[in-house]
């Protein structure tokens, strides 16, 4: 639990990026990664996100059911888990220096893949449109999902790669995600990285999570998109240097 004003505040503020990114602009979850990572420790930081990123899943799935079916969902879900059982491989084996530099290492491979698709937009919608893309995908995000709790920038970049309209992509990402967080509850709990007081903290934090849930719902429909998501590429690269380097 954190042991400071200025810990309350940056969990706080991590906690509403958790549920700002949930609504719809993924790429701001790379900040909460970020503060959660460099606050309490790599390898701690999954058990302390994971319930939160559970609450803000079923705060989004209800008010994005209607956009999406289960049928996309599954085109998804095998090669996360592909990708979920190497993170598990890699978690056991990683101490908390490792992971910092893994984390900051993914953040900065889902940076340049989301300016690639800026770049050369023509280029990059001809290679996403291949199987192996695909493949790719599903299985760095099920790495990035069990390593950094950050598959969402990952598996948006996909789904926006296949021309999914915006509030199709959303309830996609909400059922896909709701799934595969509570697949990792076991892992996490297993590895005492999700405890009692833990759990205690999460739960104080939750109204900070339905505030960037609501909050984001409604910036999604007034701010422009990619805007946002260049200012929060420029955040997340220098998370990932610092992650990686510092």
């Not at 299985?139 to 199709?168: F, H, W």
């Not at 297993?190 to 849930?213: K, M, R």
């Amino acid at each position: 639990m954190p042991d400071h004003a200025t810990a309350w505040i940056l969990v706080t503020i991590a906690a509403f990026c958790i549920g700002v990114s949930k609504a719809g602009f993924s790429g701001i979850s790379l900040i909460s990664v970020f503060i959660l990572a460099d606050l309490i420790g790599a390898k701690e930081s999954l058990g302390f996100a994971l319930p939160m990123l559970i609450i803000a899943d079923l705060l989004v799935f209800p008010a994005f059911r209607k956009y999406a079916t289960w049928k996309s969902v599954w085109k998804l879900t095998w090669p996360a888990l592909v990708g979920m059982a190497i993170g598990v491989a890699v978690l056991d084996n990683a101490d908390n220096n490792t992971m910092r530099k893994i984390i900051g290492a993914i953040i900065l491979l889902m940076t340049s893949i989301q300016l690639m698709s800026r770049v050369n937009p023509t280029q990059f919608y001809a290679i996403a449109c291949t199987r192996k893309f695909g493949f790719f995908s599903g299985t760095a995000g099920g790495v990035a999902t069990v390593l950094a709790n950050a598959a969402g920038p990952i598996l948006q970049i996909y789904m926006l790669s296949r021309r999914m309209e915006k509030m199709e992509l959303i309830g996609v990402g909400a059922r896909f995600f709701l799934v595969i967080n509570l697949m990792k509850i076991p892992l996490s709990a297993g590895l005492d990285l999700i405890t009692s007081t833990t759990l205690l903290t999460n739960l104080i934090l939750a109204p900070a999570i339905a505030l960037g849930v609501f909050g984001g719902h409604r910036l999604v429909k007034i701010i422009p998109q990619k805007g946002f998501e260049l200012t929060v590429i420029i955040f997340a690269m220098v998370a990932g240097i610092r992650l990686c380097f510092f």
